[in-house]
Structures are given as structure tokens and as C-alpha cells.
């Protein structure tokens, strides 16, 4: 098992990141130009009525660059406290095990976003290869977070 984590303070309201957070175009926002994920039409949130818990919402294809598919996510979310956090524990085409919890966090002069990943790759030696990715990716959505939201730091 892998695991990373990764914050930023960030210069907006905690419900407006909260908003941002669950809402799948918000989510691509973050991603891009590295890739993104599709949904299906009219489930572009998982905000207002509260989705089923440990049930799989649907497919998620991620695709690099937004064109070319290179992974599968199973969505399925295990916990969700409306404004707080949600913890993600999927399974992926490359990954037996993905969780992933976003934490929401009020703080002075605006918010902390703390992601926290655990992962399982089906390949026990790709799991330094993805461990890379995967950092870069959340690295990437923290950048792209501060600069749609600003950086309270």
C-alpha cells in the first residue's frame, strides 16, 4: 500500500471550495491539461441530494489529455460530510485498492484543502511509477486550486 498527502491554504470561503469540490467539472478544472474525467450527463455534481454510500456511483473514464483513455475509476464514495470531506474507496483498472479523502477546513482569511490518498496497484511493480504519477497529479490540482482561488499562505 502507498500513501501521500498534500494541503494548501487557500484565500476563499470553505463553502465555495466545498462547492468547487463536488462538482465533477470542478474536479476537471483541477486536472487539466493533464487529463480529465468523464461523468455522466446530469450527475455533474455530488452535492445537493445526498448520493448512496458504499454503492458505485458509475464509470469514470480518465483520459490523458482529455482524449486518450488510460484508466477506469469505479466511483464510489464512503463517507461524506456535506462541507467537510469525503472519502472516496474505489478500485481502478490499475489500482486493486484507491482512497481518496478531501478535507475542507475553515481557517483565517479563508480555507485548507487536504488530500489524502492511499492506493494498491494491480502490479506490485508499477507502484514507484504511480506513486510518481499520482503525486504529480495532486500537485498539479493544488496549483491549479491556488490559482482559481488564490493562496492564503
Known amino acids: 500500500m502507498y500513501a501521500f498527502d498534500i494541503s494548501s491554504r487557500l484565500a476563499a470561503p470553505a463553502e465555495r471550495v466545498w462547492a468547487h469540490a463536488v462538482d465533477l467539472r470542478g474536479v476537471n478544472r483541477e486536472l487539466m491539461p493533464l487529463c480529465r474525467m468523464t461523468y455522466p450527463k446530469g450527475r455533474s455534481t455530488l452535492g445537493g441530494e445526498l448520493p448512496p454510500l458504499r454503492t ?64 494498491e496497484p494491480r502490479v506490485a511493480l508499477l507502484g514507484r511509477l504511480h506513486l510518481a504519477t499520482f503525486r504529480l497529479a495532486f500537485r498539479l490540482r493544488h496549483w491549479n486550486l491556488r490559482r482559481l482561488f488564490g493562496s492564503a499562505n
Open 56 to 119: 458505485r456511483l458509475f464509470r469514470s473514464w480518465i483520459l490523458l489529455f482529455g482524449v486518450l483513455p488510460i484508466d477506469y475509476d469505479d466511483l464510489v464514495l464512503e463517507e461524506l460530510v456535506p462541507g467537510h470531506h469525503f472519502q472516496e474507496a474505489s478500485t481502478l483498472l490499475t489500482q486493486r485498492v484507491w482512497r481518496h479523502r478531501r478535507t475542507i477546513e475553515p481557517a483565517a482569511g479563508g480555507c485548507t484543502v487536504t488530500d489524502e490518498l492511499q492506493f
